[in-house]
């Protein structure tokens, strides 16, 4: 039995889940470290347009929850942070974490004079590198922490003392350092989330080659109204409002060759940005290719919903391969109609690929002493105890299921450290 040294608790990363058992494990009174990669909270779900099947904004329970750890004095924040070191027993967990520079202190209103005196412009890793945006930046509207970040390159360019001297609060410390942050802690919840599949590895489907071929979270972010073209879903390659738009289901996903399981939600994913094209292009149609559609229990209902509108067409079938017309830059799939055996050819003017769910783990990989399982998911089996996976790290989820997921690490990780 575990013999609890500190009943303090680390949770390792700030998407639902994460936020969720950090949440619920300090208002059961312990203390909480949150460590977040990136310079915000709020994971991939702050990157969603509508959550479905209410289809309504991610901020609705990403605010909630930002004012619940705001006001908990037992949460400790520590974005721009990863931990680099895992040693230790239940109970007792030894953890070094680094936390990597902002360049921007809490005297930091978000005022915003220093992205005006900017003139260095980055990717923006936020919309999946779809447009750009200044080098001194707030990742987005909504942000929390509420403050903005320096791009390493800024900082060591000769504008980075003009950025400085704009700041009236002086927020801004070029010379701020990388440090490190050595931590005991009773149980460790791991919930370091999930990244879309690389879809460029599927060659015959596009991607990376055809610009009017993007996948499932660009579209979020297209339709979102802080996305690179201000919610007007566009064809990237030339700006116009397509007319007849395809979903490729299970790209990548449930294949050998790539991710051998099914990620659960990629099927109600594009049924959810089929209403947004349906809603901004009334005379659009779209296509749904699929192997077999997962709708399970309420969510059969958005299913049903979505079927009787007679522009979404539902095609069962397996789409081979994907061809642009280089003059007209529309797109031509290649498709076997399973149900009746015969192939078709089929032209739209863009495409959505429905790329899988992979767990950061399986590509980042994690620190010694954190167990993972098929796939590389952080499994249960064969675990540590001590050590709790949670959320897409542990299972591919919707929102609802990781919240519950979050929860029940919460659960599990005070059991961990209560038990003599």
């Not at 609802?400 to 038990?419: C, F, H, P, W």
Request: glycine content about 10%; overall charge neutral.
């Amino acid at each position: 039995m575990a013999n609890a040294v500190t009943q303090s608790i680390l949770v390792v990363g700030g998407g639902m889940s994460g936020l969720t058992a950090a949440i619920e494990a300090a208002e059961a009174g312990h203390e909480v470290y949150l460590v977040e990669k990136n310079p915000y909270l709020g994971g991939r779900v702050a990157q969603l347009h509508q959550y479905f099947p209410k289809l309504c904004p991610p901020y609705c329970g990403l605010e909630i929850n930002f004012r619940r750890i705001k006001n908990n004095p037992r949460v400790r924040v520590l974005t721009l942070a990863e931990v680099e070191r895992v040693s230790g027993q239940e109970g007792n967990w030894d953890v070094s974490v680094k936390i990597n520079p902002r360049y921007v202190n809490e005297n930091c209103t978000a005022c915003g004079k220093c992205a005006e005196a900017c003139a260095m412009e980055i990717e923006n890793a936020f919309n999946y590198g779809m447009d750009k945006i200044k080098a001194a930046y707030l990742p987005h509207d909504m942000a929390f922490p509420m403050r903005f970040v320096l791009d390493p390159a800024l900082v060591k360019s000769g504008e980075a003392q003009k950025v400085q001297e704009a700041c009236a609060y002086n927020a801004i410390e070029l010379d701020m350092q990388a440090k490190s942050l050595n931590l005991t802690v009773g149980s460790i919840i791991w919930a370091t989330g999930w990244q879309p599949y690389d879809a460029t590895r599927l060659d015959t489907l596009g991607f990376g080659k055809y610009p009017n071929v993007i996948t499932n979270v660009m579209m979020e972010r297209l339709a979102s109204f802080g996305g690179p073209t201000q919610g007007k879903i566009v064809r990237p390659s030339d700006g116009k409002e397509p007319q007849t738009i395809a979903f490729v289901q299970c790209a990548g996903s449930r294949d050998e060759n790539h991710l051998p399981f099914c990620s659960s939600i990629c099927c109600m994913a594009s049924m959810k940005q089929a209403t947004y094209i349906r809603e901004q292009y009334p005379d659009a149609k779209v296509y749904i290719f699929f192997i077999d559609i997962r709708a399970t229990d309420r969510l059969e209902d958005f299913y049903r919903k979505v079927k009787e509108d007679q522009n979404v067409v539902f095609f069962k079938g397996k789409v081979a391969k994907i061809e642009e017309d280089g003059a007209t830059k529309n797109l031509t799939l290649r498709v076997e109609d399973t149900t009746a055996g015969s192939l078709h050819e089929i032209t739209v003017d863009m495409a959505v690929l429905a790329t899988g769910m992979q767990p950061t783990t399986s590509v980042a990989g994690a620190p010694n002493g954190i167990p993972l399982g098929d796939y590389g998911f952080v499994g249960s089996e064969g675990g540590k105890p001590g050590i709790i996976g949670a959320g897409c790290t542990r299972t591919p989820a919707g929102v609802s299921e990781s919240v519950q997921d979050g929860t029940a690490a919460a659960l599990k990780a005070i059991q961990s450290i209560a038990r003599r």
